[in-house]
């Protein structure tokens, strides 16, 4: 996330887009999707999909960020275990591959400009942390729709890499540091990064490599143990950043993002549970009631913006078993996004997001764990 915010979600364009989105009023909540509607969602990611499996950052294939292809492999994963249509599960497995074709000795991938179909790498990315753990966790959703161990032990290298990339910028306080470059922890690259840990530990044991699944296995305890120590008790929420000097960033719930968001994703995540979980989510529903309705305009860190499109708390509230809140914020975010046909800041990203847990009422979360 050390320039997330203004790669993914708040370039001028994003602003007018989501400006737009005002002049239709606020979106009505509604339902979880349809299979037609995973379909078309599943389709949509697909027009994405440039012919080497990359899957570009929106429909109009000028860019692969690479953070943001995961999610949607994450979606078409899903997609395809909902309609059984082999399709969107062989997308995301080309996804998977071209991530690991243009991992780098240490791991990292970076993002991508599109021109004339010829992709050039920009030489930067977002995170280092993040993307590894995004794939590895894109990697093992596309593992339990399919159980296709061929494709998997094709992936092996590139899932040890991903590991490696995690464990690249681990500081001895088991925290990951945003990227070589930029050393600033965040709580929401700490909650992907460990849940990609987690993943590669189970997908380290299917491809029976017990040194790698014992690798992941330990990184992610040390993670988990070091985001400990960023909760704050006075505000009952994690500080939301850690910098090189010491400074801690705390949260302040009336600031959508970072601050209250950054507080969803360790539960959607499953870097905490229990009490606590119900206790952040709790906090930030009462904080943020319009978190879920992308018009309305809310308080960030850079000043007043519209909410945006933001699927990940749903599933937040799917891990702590709120299914009703999950279903209706799932069903308000793909109707605004449809109101302006996904136009952009809605990427593959987000479509991913909300096919992750499409029938949310049903198996939609139980594929979380």
């Given at each position: 996330m050390s320039n997330r915010l203004t790669q993914s979600r708040w370039r001028p364009?994003?602003?007018?887009?989501?400006?737009a989105l005002l002049l239709l009023g606020s979106a009505a909540?509604?339902?979880?999707?349809?299979?037609?509607?995973?379909?078309?969602?599943?389709?949509?990611?697909?027009?994405?999909?440039?012919?080497?499996?990359?899957?570009?950052?929106y429909v109009d294939r000028k860019a692969i960020w690479p953070y943001l292809g995961n999610y949607a492999a994450v979606g078409l994963a899903r997609a395809a275990q909902i309609t059984h249509d082999r399709r969107y599960s062989d997308a995301a497995w080309s996804w998977l591959r071209w991530y690991q074709a243009h991992q780098d000795s240490s791991g990292f991938v970076t993002d991508y400009q599109v021109t004339a179909g010829v992709e050039t790498s920009t030489g930067a990315m977002d995170s280092t942390d993040a993307y590894a753990g995004t794939f590895l966790f894109a990697a093992r959703a596309t593992w339990q729709a399919t159980h296709d161990r061929a494709q998997l032990r094709g992936l092996a290298p590139g899932i040890a890499a991903a590991v490696s990339a995690i464990e690249a910028t681990q500081d001895s306080d088991g925290l990951t540091w945003a990227k070589p470059t930029w050393h600033v922890k965040y709580l929401m690259d700490e909650s992907e990064a460990y849940a990609g840990l987690?993943?590669?530990?189970?997908?380290?044991?299917?491809?029976?490599?017990?040194?790698?699944?014992?690798?992941?296995?330990?990184?992610?305890?040390r993670l988990r143990s070091g985001t400990a120590h960023l909760w704050n008790p006075d505000l009952g929420a994690y500080n939301w950043a850690l910098h090189a000097d010491g400074v801690?960033?705390?949260?302040?719930w009336s600031v959508l993002y970072p601050d209250a968001l950054e507080q969803a994703w360790p539960v959607a995540f499953g870097l905490v549970s229990g009490a606590r979980a119900q206790s952040l989510m709790g906090h930030f529903a009462a904080a943020q009631p319009n978190w879920d309705l992308p018009t309305a305009v809310a308080s960030f860190g850079s000043g007043p913006s519209p909410v945006g499109y933001w699927a990940v708390p749903a599933w937040a509230f799917a891990r702590i078993g709120n299914l009703?809140?999950?279903?209706?914020?799932?069903?308000?975010?793909?109707?605004?996004a449809l109101a302006v046909g996904r136009a952009w800041p809605f990427t593959p990203s987000d479509a991913g997001q909300l096919l992750a847990l499409?029938?949310?009422?049903?198996?939609?979360?139980?594929?979380?764990?």
């Amino acid at each position: 996330m050390s320039n997330r915010l203004t790669q993914s979600r708040w370039r001028p364009a994003t602003i007018l887009a989501l400006l737009a989105l005002l002049l239709l009023g606020s979106a009505a909540r509604a339902s979880a999707a349809t299979t037609g509607q995973v379909r078309s969602d599943a389709e949509w990611i697909l027009a994405a999909q440039l012919p080497d499996g990359a899957i570009a950052n929106y429909v109009d294939r000028k860019a692969i960020w690479p953070y943001l292809g995961n999610y949607a492999a994450v979606g078409l994963a899903r997609a395809a275990q909902i309609t059984h249509d082999r399709r969107y599960s062989d997308a995301a497995w080309s996804w998977l591959r071209w991530y690991q074709a243009h991992q780098d000795s240490s791991g990292f991938v970076t993002d991508y400009q599109v021109t004339a179909g010829v992709e050039t790498s920009t030489g930067a990315m977002d995170s280092t942390d993040a993307y590894a753990g995004t794939f590895l966790f894109a990697a093992r959703a596309t593992w339990q729709a399919t159980h296709d161990r061929a494709q998997l032990r094709g992936l092996a290298p590139g899932i040890a890499a991903a590991v490696s990339a995690i464990e690249a910028t681990q500081d001895s306080d088991g925290l990951t540091w945003a990227k070589p470059t930029w050393h600033v922890k965040y709580l929401m690259d700490e909650s992907e990064a460990y849940a990609g840990l987690q993943a590669a530990t189970g997908l380290a044991s299917t491809l029976g490599q017990p040194v790698l699944e014992a690798s992941a296995a330990t990184a992610a305890a040390r993670l988990r143990s070091g985001t400990a120590h960023l909760w704050n008790p006075d505000l009952g929420a994690y500080n939301w950043a850690l910098h090189a000097d010491g400074v801690s960033q705390p949260t302040n719930w009336s600031v959508l993002y970072p601050d209250a968001l950054e507080q969803a994703w360790p539960v959607a995540f499953g870097l905490v549970s229990g009490a606590r979980a119900q206790s952040l989510m709790g906090h930030f529903a009462a904080a943020q009631p319009n978190w879920d309705l992308p018009t309305a305009v809310a308080s960030f860190g850079s000043g007043p913006s519209p909410v945006g499109y933001w699927a990940v708390p749903a599933w937040a509230f799917a891990r702590i078993g709120n299914l009703a809140v999950a279903q209706a914020a799932l069903g308000s975010i793909r109707t605004s996004a449809l109101a302006v046909g996904r136009a952009w800041p809605f990427t593959p990203s987000d479509a991913g997001q909300l096919l992750a847990l499409a029938d949310v009422g049903s198996a939609g979360a139980a594929w979380l764990s």
